[in-house]
């Protein structure tokens, strides 16, 4: 072990000396300070609007005068989705994703206003956060200050002296990769302090923060050792150079960018419009509410008018058009859902192609594991609409219900005829305080960690495979004519 | 030319090379490739459509021609617009799979329709598309630094330096004929499978023209740039790392950090501000006197002023008012909006005139019709079609025509016109300088050098 | 120096290598006692760097066998690296480190240490100006280099020596300066192998000249009297050797 620090510390001390590595290590390590700084603070302005926002959305609603039940069900509620804390060091699909949903009844709003489509195309390049500097630049800056780590010996002699003085290949490059591995540590050392102040402050479990450390750890651990080994392998510096970047280009930029399109051709997705077109046309087809002969609807009044023990719905004790309003309301989101299902289980399926790449490239692994720990992956936004469609079935059938029992048959018929049938129609505003304000919940610490374990346990076989390969290439190296 | 052929015999007998270009070569083919299936794809959803959407209207229309009411076929009828690809599309997809392609519109207020976003995959637009722009924004220049890196200290360190170059007629004329070679091989890597691709999606002339134009310019700054960079007396180990975190410099992180800078100095709130502002003008009417929405909307729109005044029941005419006035107390916003989305665009611009990388990207979406202006142009055809739907359904809510099924098919129709694309001649000039600036800088240091 | 028991410091017998189907060394046997020069002297692709190789384990033998104090090198390379000093042509030493640095980091690499005054000793012993001491060796001639790498043999109290064309590129002055010492090794007891093509200097010291000749010994001289060899019967036979 000493003798591995010994090497460790050599190689560290040529870092030090060769100023184009010097200088790239504090460029970079400047580089993820300002991504972490940047990203914190675009992020706190995010958490901070979207609080304002859903605030001002929550008084709007609560501020609305006596009204008709059905007037509010139009008025409707806005959701914003809130910012997860961990997001300032993976924004994941943050931009990709609208932020706020228009929540009204029978229809089911987008979210809109996410960032990409309001950005400049600049966006397409990546956005700078501390995920992209440790998931892309981090790997090739510590290619180009390690490539020639035991290739360059070689090529200068110093190699076969080392192993001449009584060092094993397996010793070497463990110390080689050392040194790399403390200048890939000075690198990240920024994004880590973010992650551990996010985790402190309270932003983020201890558990994801801890994972997510974890996983960017193995990450990088894993490009050293492959850098090692491969320098160690080929006889010239520049050759491990060529073959490195090819490598980092294949795994982390081409990749990645292949995988979508393999995705979408396998499990194709629908258009919103094709979707609302196609609830519409189900929707007639279950049954036609302006239809007053329609045989569903027909049904229902048969089914009400038995369990009222009435003859008439004049007799109903309710209000016949609020419980129309309800089964509207219930077909029209039963519809809403199983389209949602449909639309996120073919997003699951070309989510689940580009996981199955990840073993080609550990940047897709790393990025799973980073997005899904960080709460800004598909899931996650996924968890949000369905929330948000949860809050505004609830909150439509409240007022659904209220248009039954508070509003009465008579005044609801004349309403549109008459100014006093229409005064009388509307209720008191104290319906509209006491509804539920959108609290959508965090998925709990234990599902958030079981999402990331696949990825966790891909990262960790790259590492093994690279400790391997660097262990072979020890082996190599005690036997090689240096 | 003799020393031309001869330097492309010596470069289809290296190995290295020749499978280099290939590489670059099938890159670009399949991503041409999948640039034509996604252009399909997108084009087979649009017609898809067509029939879906005439069986909806035709659903309403069976049910709304009964009373022949305008309210109801106003209200309950969507109208479908749709933005086709262009015919360069292919090459450069751009925000076109994070903006919808096809919405359908009513003539009720737009502000709260125009913004509906599309049913993607967040996570599969994360990484960026891998079409023709991406191989030659991000690729090509690394192919340029595998082939140039070593021009001159690949044969000083084999050692070959001086004999070539005293063995050659003129050093200069070798040089210059290795170079032309390796960037013409390059060239047409990417320039032969992009013009396979004009041609099955019918690419007009002069954007396939402007095309090889940027793909020339860009490869000519990356290619003046290895040379400066190789022509100093480096290794090949030092030049092409030089020249790779020039690459991730170019990029990577300047567009990056460009975007962040751009982002926090524009920032673009209004859009949910919109929404909610939109949303409470709009439902405000049914708790003010509706003598006061009528007179908001008078004001701009006199020509109904001399209709039928409005009693105590519910009349159609009003509540499609009250939705234009919400529309219009929300004007500022969506104007504000619109303007800092053009923003943010042009001042990428500026960032492309001095970072080539950002320059090609930008250009060759500017002319594919795939930039956040060509979505911006579209949601201005759509706010034309929709002020079109509105003309067409006052008449009959104005002034209470019966409104048939006859009616339905008078209808106006979207008339689509894919984006013409633009010139874009501020970013080429951008491209053109910086090599320019690359080439002195590198002229006046080798001469200060003495090189 | 420490000496070795049964005097063979060095054993190889009918070491045959085979590089694909060319054979390079064609059962070459040769030893070296304790306290003996070996010169081995061969024309170029006579094998003399592959016998290097198999010495310090870096090969595979087709067939035959290598000892090096009583160590097998195909199967424990790293113990017999420690016990040898491999001296090449041209030291390689670490540009961003002074000698004392380069030699305290060598050492380390083998698991030792040496305290200031037994570096100091080593360097003296070497002839290695004392300027130069902590000094970077980016600036230090060949000469420097081999005496650094001789002092670092010293600390590490190598019985073997094997010596790569030591004295090509040395001034004469630098080259009687490298016999003294390798005299004085020899004096105390080390096992010196001196490859090289150098016929003049190599006679000067050694105690045995063999010639190796396409992969094998095709002649062996012993040093007798005081003129030591033959030099006219040497350099026929060398030239002979390099024509063939």
């Known amino acids: 072990m000493s003798v591995m620090i010994s090497v460790a510390r050599n190689a560290l001390r040529h870092l030090l000396r060769s100023r184009i590595a010097l200088t790239g290590v504090v460029l970079v390590a400047l580089l993820t300070l300002a991504a972490a700084v940047t990203s914190r603070a675009y992020q706190a302005d995010q958490a901070g609007l979207r609080d304002r926002l859903q605030h001002a959305a929550d008084q709007d609603f609560a501020a609305q005068p006596n009204r008709h039940p059905h007037r509010v069900v139009h008025f409707g509620h806005f959701a914003i989705r809130p910012a997860s804390g961990l997001a300032a060091m993976d924004p994941g699909v943050e931009a990709f994703t609208g932020n706020m949903i228009f929540l009204e009844g029978h229809r089911q709003n987008s979210a809109n206003f996410g960032d990409a489509r309001q950005s400049s195309l600049l966006v397409r390049f990546g956005q700078l956060s501390p995920a992209l500097v440790l998931q892309v630049i981090a790997p090739l800056l510590l290619v180009f200050i390690g490539a020639g780590m035991v290739a360059g010996e070689r090529e200068r002699g110093t190699l076969r002296q080392s192993l001449l003085a009584g060092v094993s290949g397996g010793t070497l490059l463990g110390g080689k990769a050392l040194a790399l591995g403390f200048a890939g540590l000075i690198i990240s050392a920024p994004a880590f302090g973010l992650l551990l102040w996010v985790g402190v402050n309270g932003g983020a479990r201890a558990s994801a923060v801890a994972l997510s450390a974890l996983g960017y750890v193995a990450y990088l651990a894993f490009w050293t050792l492959l850098i090692v080994a491969v320098s160690a392998m080929v006889q010239r510096s520049r050759t491990a150079l060529i073959a490195l970047v090819g490598a980092w280009a294949f795994s982390v930029v081409l990749v990645p960018r292949l995988a979508p399109e393999v995705a979408a051709g396998l499990a194709p997705l629908p258009t919103r419009v094709e979707t609302d077109i196609a609830v519409q046309r189900d929707l007639r087809a279950m049954g036609d509410s302006h239809n007053p002969n329609d045989p569903y609807f027909a049904a229902f009044k048969q089914k009400t008018l038995k369990q009222y023990g009435v003859s008439r719905v004049e007799d109903l004790p309710v209000n016949y058009r609020g419980l129309l309003a309800i089964e509207g309301e219930k077909l029209t989101s039963s519809l809403f859902d199983r389209y949602a299902d449909q639309a996120f289980g073919a997003m699951a399926a070309q989510g689940r192609v580009m996981d199955a790449l990840a073993v080609v490239s550990p940047t897709i692994a790393i990025r799973r594991l980073s997005m899904t720990l960080a709460e800004t992956d598909l899931s996650a936004y996924r968890r949000f609409l369905e929330q948000a469609e949860a809050y505004r079935y609830d909150l439509v059938q409240r007022l659904n219900r209220l248009q039954a029992t508070a509003v009465t048959a008579e005044d609801d018929a004349a309403k549109s005829k008459s100014a006093a049938a229409e005064s009388r129609s509307r209720i008191s505003a104290d319906h509209w305080r006491s509804m539920p304000h959108f609290a959508p919940d965090r998925p709990s610490a234990g599902e958030v960690t079981g999402r990331a374990l696949p990825s966790l346990i891909v990262l960790l076989l790259w590492l093994a495979a690279g400790a391997l390969l660097a262990a072979r290439a020890g082996r190599r190296l005690n036997r090689s004519a240096a | ?451 | 120096m420490t000496s070795i028991d049964g005097g063979k410091a060095i054993e190889i017998e009918d070491l045959v290598v085979r590089y694909g189907e060319r054979q390079v060394l064609d059962h070459l046997s040769l030893c070296v006692a304790a306290g003996e020069v070996y010169g081995l002297l061969g024309g170029n692709g006579a094998g003399k760097s592959t016998t290097l190789q198999a010495i310090l384990g870096f090969i595979q033998p087709s067939a035959g066998r290598v000892s090096v104090a009583g160590l097998d090198p195909a199967s424990d390379p790293a113990g017999v690296r420690r016990t040898i000093a491999y001296i090449p042509e041209n030291v390689a030493l670490y540009e961003h480190l002074t000698a004392r640095e380069n030699v305290d980091y060598f050492l380390q690499l083998g698991g030792l240490r040496a305290d200031r005054a037994e570096m100091d000793a080593a360097f003296r012993a070497v002839g290695l100006a004392e300027e130069a001491w902590s000094r970077s060796v980016s600036g230090f001639s060949k000469g420097m280099r081999q005496k650094t790498a001789i002092a670092l043999a010293l600390l590490r109290r190598a019985s073997v020596l094997l010596l790569d064309e030591p004295t090509s590129g040395l001034d004469p002055g630098a080259s009687a300066d490298f016999n003294a010492l390798v005299s004085r090794l020899r004096g105390e007891g080390a096992a010196i192998l001196i490859v090289t093509h150098d016929l003049i200097g190599v006679a000067d010291i050694a105690d045995r000249i063999g010639f190796l000749e396409r992969g094998r010994i095709s002649a062996e001289m012993v040093a007798e009297g005081p003129d030591r060899f033959d030099l006219r019967a040497l350099h026929d036979r060398f030239s002979r050797v390099r024509a063939g």
Not at chain 2, 20 to 30: E, G, K
Not at chain 2, 197 to 225: E, Q, R
Request: with cysteine; glycine share 8%.
């Open chain 2, 1 to 451: 030319m003799n020393a031309l052929f001869r330097e492309a015999r010596f470069l289809l007998g290296l190995k290295s090379a020749v499978a280099a270009i290939l590489c670059l070569f099938l890159l670009s083919a399949v991503a041409v490739g999948a640039g034509l299936v996604e252009v399909a794809r997108q084009q087979a959803t649009i017609a898809r459509i067509a029939p879906q959407q005439a069986a909806d209207v035709a659903a309403i229309a069976d049910w709304a021609s009964r009373e022949k009411d305008p309210g109801n076929a106003a209200y309950y009828t969507f109208h479908a617009t749709w933005d086709p690809p262009s015919d360069l599309a292919f090459a450069a997809i751009g925000t076109r799979d994070v903006s919808p392609y096809v919405l359908r519109v009513r003539a009720l207020g737009l502000e709260a329709q125009l913004y509906e976003g599309e049913i993607g995959n967040p996570e599969a637009a994360l990484p960026g598309r891998f079409d023709f722009a991406f191989v030659l924004v991000y690729l090509a220049p690394l192919f340029v630094i595998l082939l140039f890196h070593d021009l001159r200290s690949g044969e000083r360190e084999a050692g070959r330096l001086g004999a070539l170059e005293a063995s050659a007629g003129s050093p200069r004329g070798l040089w210059r004929a290795r170079i032309a070679v390796r960037a013409a091989g390059l060239f047409l890597a990417l320039a032969v499978p992009f013009l396979i691709g004009a041609a099955v999606a019918g690419t007009a002339l002069w954007k396939t023209g402007s095309v090889l134009l940027i793909v020339l310019a860009y490869l000519a700054f990356w290619i003046t740039l290895s040379v400066v960079v190789a022509r100093a007396k480096r290794g090949s180990l030092a030049n092409a790392m030089t020249l790779a975190a020039a690459w991730m410099t170019l990029t990577l992180i300047v567009p990056a950090i460009g975007h962040v800078v751009i982002n926090s100095a524009i920032p673009l709130r209004q859009g949910m501000e919109l929404g909610q502002r939109q949303r409470t003008a709009v439902h405000r009417a049914w708790d003010i006197p509706k003598s006061q929405t009528m007179d908001a909307f008078f004001r701009t729109h006199p020509e109904w002023k001399d209709t039928a005044p409005l009693t105590e029941a519910f009349h159609w005419k009003w509540y499609f008012a009250f939705h234009q006035v919400g529309d219009e107390s929300a004007a500022d916003l969506a104007r504000a909006y619109r303007a800092g989305v053009l923003k943010r665009a042009a001042w990428s611009e500026r960032l492309g005139l001095v970072t080539p990388g950002v320059a090609a990207q930008l250009a060759l979406h500017r002319l594919a019709g795939a930039d956040p202006s060509a979505q911006i142009a579209y949601q201005d055809r759509i706010r034309a079609f929709h002020g079109a739907l509105r003309g067409f359904y006052y008449p009959y809510l104005f002034r209470d025509r019966p409104f048939g099924r006859d009616d339905f098919a008078r209808a106006p129709v979207y008339q689509a016109a894919p984006d013409p694309g633009g010139w874009p001649g501020g970013l080429l000039l951008g491209l053109v300088g910086m090599t320019a600036l690359v080439a002195a800088v590198g002229a006046w240091w080798s001469r200060r050098e003495g090189l």
